[in-house]
């Protein structure tokens, strides 16, 4: 397939220049430059972490002020833990639904 028909071309360059241009967000391509850990480009430990929890954390404590660390830790661990070998009847059946 050529450059000019490529995934990137047609399907992340052109939802990244929406993000970018219409919703006014940052956009960062980091596919095969993204360097690892705490500082690195994402914050990220390695290509499994799918969730951004440095990004997570600062949105939490925006939106969210005045509560202790304890708080935003719980709901990052919420946001970032799954048990993928539950069904999804059950996840929901766990839910404590008196938490929210």
Request: proline share 2%; hydrophobic share 30%.
């Amino acid at each position: 397939m050529s450059a000019e028909y490529s995934e990137d071309r047609l399907v992340q360059q052109t939802t990244a220049n929406f993000f970018e241009q219409t919703l006014k967000w940052h956009s960062v391509y980091a596919y095969k430059k993204e360097t690892f850990g705490t500082n690195g480009t994402l914050g990220r430990k390695d290509k499994r972490e799918v969730v951004l929890t440095r990004y997570l954390r600062q949105a939490l404590k925006k939106f969210n002020p005045d509560h202790p660390n304890q708080v935003y830790d719980d709901a990052t661990l919420a946001f970032t833990t799954s048990n993928i070998s539950d069904q999804l009847i059950t996840i929901n059946q766990k839910i404590d639904l008196g938490s929210f």
